[in-house]
């Protein structure tokens, strides 16, 4: 599977992005899906993570602000980040891994190439 994370940009403190993980040779359907980040001269890091059945985690850095989704329709994942504050400011990629590596807690196999946020105090 490929994908393509999209939706970064600039955005204020408090303010809200959307990210999109467009997939494509292969229906997301049959992967678990997530979102990582890597923020400026750190390492990357987990964000989130929503399984084929739907089932959802998160960082707790941010929990109860960012909400991931998945629209196996569109073969489409979605990060909706709200109260964005500037420590969010990273490159956001997204990733995926079939279910049974997730069983064997595998790393992701396919990973897209990340989008740029920046938050601005």
């Known amino acids: 599977v490929q994908l393509q994370a999209s939706g970064g940009g600039l955005v204020q403190a408090e303010g809200s992005l959307r990210l999109s993980c467009a997939a494509s040779r292969r229906t997301i359907s049959n992967y678990d899906m997530g979102w990582f980040r890597q923020p400026p001269g750190k390492e990357r890091e987990f964000v989130a993570a929503?399984?084929?059945?739907?089932?959802?985690d998160y960082a707790d850095s941010v929990k109860g602000r960012f909400t991931i989704s998945r629209d196996n329709a569109k073969n489409t994942m979605y990060l909706q980040m709200n109260s964005l504050k500037p420590e969010d400011t990273a490159v956001y990629s997204c990733?995926?891994?079939?279910?049974?590596?997730?069983?064997?807690?595998?790393?992701?196999?396919?990973w897209g190439q990340g989008t740029l946020v920046t938050v601005s105090s």
């Open positions: 990733a995926a891994r079939s279910y049974i590596d997730t069983y064997y807690q595998r790393d992701y196999s396919y």
């Open positions: 929503i399984t084929t059945g739907g089932i959802t």
